[in-house]
């Protein structure tokens, strides 16, 4: 059963840091790009980030350039978020979610074109 599962959310300070974790399973993750996204409470869901799946091509939306990081681990099934300096506005569930291809750029960074998700993880940044 094809799956992809968010962990590492949590409550943190602003200003502090975390990672968050893809796992995938039922399929091989090295084949596909991969997106995060995440959706804040009474807003669309908004694309943050995708790698390819060498992670020779990295892109990030402007609310996270400099702050966020993605990566990922083929061996390991894994693709991660290290999400740094965070602030109140980055409150919301993340999620990650599996392109139809190899690659992904900021402009394929829509609902529509990614066809597998996780279930989210909750990220908190109190003000």
């Known amino acids: 059963q094809l799956q992809l599962v968010e962990s590492g959310g949590g409550l943190v300070a602003p200003g502090g840091s975390l990672r968050l974790s893809c796992a995938a399973s039922g399929f091989t993750l090295g084949n596909f790009a991969i997106g995060w996204f995440r959706q804040a409470p009474g807003k669309e869901r908004e694309g943050l980030s995708c790698?390819?799946?060498?992670?020779?091509?990295?892109n990030y939306a402007d609310s996270v350039k400099g702050r966020f990081t993605i990566s990922r681990d083929n061996a390991k099934n894994t693709v991660y978020l290290q999400m740094n300096s965070l602030k109140p506005e980055d409150t919301a569930v993340y999620y990650c979610?599996?392109?139809?291809?190899?690659?992904?750029?900021?402009?394929?960074?829509?609902?529509?074109?990614?066809?597998?998700w996780g279930q989210g993880t909750q990220v908190t940044v109190p003000s």
């Open positions: 790698i390819s799946t060498s992670g020779s091509s990295r």
């Open positions: 979610a599996r392109s139809p291809g190899q690659y992904c750029t900021m402009s394929t960074m829509r609902e529509t074109y990614f066809g597998y």
